[in-house]
Nanobody
């Protein structure tokens, strides 16, 4: 089992920034990919960004150039730096770790961007 705890959400004005954190614990030996997804009200959960243990990253087109994912392997923590936030970025953001054919999720952290 992998436990994921997110933090860092909040309310911000459009154009502002937030930094999300997600700390992994439990069966964390050799975690490879860590990522972020988000779910806006009335919409399906969607991919935001992922990072492999070696540093390779992928981003959704909607956040490229604005969001940066990073990780501290020693702390088993993944971060999401979100800049130039837009109202359409408003969602609950979830940390994700795929592991042995299963997906582990955090409890989510709310990000609200006001116009």
């Amino acid at each position: 089992q992998v436990q994921l705890v997110e933090s860092g959400g909040g309310l911000v004005q459009a154009g502002g920034s937030l930094r999300l954190s997600c700390a992994a614990s439990g069966d964390i030996f050799s975690i490879n990919v860590m990522g972020w997804y988000r779910q806006a009200p009335g919409k399906q959960r969607e991919f935001v960004a992922r990072i492999a243990s070696g540093g390779n990253t992928n981003y959704a087109d909607s956040v490229k150039g604005r969001f940066t994912i990073s990780r501290d392997n020693a702390k088993n923590t993944v971060y999401l730096q979100m800049n130039s936030l837009k109202p359409e970025d408003t969602a609950v953001y979830y940390c994700n770790v795929p592991r042995y054919g299963a997906d582990y999720w955090g409890q989510g952290t709310q990000v609200t961007v006001s116009s």
